[in-house]
Antibody, heavy 119, light 110 residues
């Protein structure tokens, strides 16, 4: 059974940092591109970032470019998102998601972790 | 403002067939696969349709997808109460180098 389990969310002040993690199991992690997708309260889904299967290729949404860094540890089947200079508009549920190729939307999704940016 | 455009709501009665539209552009739907997701309240998205019209294992054949040009549709036949959920479309966007999503359509089973 595919499992994606996010952790690291919480309450942070504007300008602060958080590091999200996603532990993957039940599929061959090294064959999948991995993404972070967020959902603002009561809103639709918004792509944040994607990393290719080897970790070499990364892409970011303009809204987070220069502030967020995506990475993966294929030896530990884990995906990360380092979030710096957080803003109130970054408040959302962040989902970890896996795609069979980097150029398609995800197949599998985690349960999400809530990030709240507020003073 | 979502890149892909969906109607905010749709409804039908049990047994009916409903369709949900998704409109995009040449850089996303027009040149890439469309995916559809179902999201029950308080839960993560679940893949319903991949690669325009393919159902993953376990998805009932009541759900079907189609694509024409820069638009796509999700059809649900034999509507059931448990189909009440939010439905979102998605596609890779060549200009943004990332997947784009629709704003979601809330389906109500009357």
């Amino acid at each position: 059974e595919v499992q994606l389990v996010e952790s690291g969310g919480g309450l942070v002040q504007p300008g602060g940092s958080l590091r999200l993690s996603c532990a993957a199991s039940g599929f061959t992690f090294t064959r999948y591109a991995m993404s972070w997708v967020r959902q603002l309260p009561g809103k639709g889904l918004e792509w944040v970032s994607v990393v290719g299967d080897s970790g070499a290729a990364t892409f970011y949404a303009d809204s987070v470019k220069g502030r967020f860094t995506i990475s993966r540890d294929n030896s530990e089947n884990t995906l990360f998102l380092q979030m710096n200079s957080l803003r109130p508009e970054d408040t959302a549920v962040y989902y970890c998601a896996a795609a069979s190729m980097i150029v398609v939307p995800p197949d599998y999704w985690g349960q999400g972790t809530l990030v709240t940016v507020s003073s | 403002q979502s890149v892909l455009t969906q109607p905010p709501s749709a409804s039908g009665t049990p047994g009916q067939r409903v369709t949900i539209s998704c409109s995009g552009s040449s850089s996303n739907i027009g040149s890439n696969y469309v995916y559809w997701y179902q999201q029950l309240p308080g839960t993560a998205p679940k893949l319903l349709i991949c690669k325009n019209n393919q159902r993953p294992s376990g998805v009932p054949d009541r759900f079907s997808g189609s694509k024409s040009g820069t638009s796509a549709s999700l059809a649900i036949s034999g509507l059931r109460s448990e189909d009440e959920a939010d439905y979102s479309c998605a596609a890779w966007d060549d200009s943004l180098s990332g997947p784009v999503f629709g704003g979601g359509t809330k389906l109500t089973v009357l």
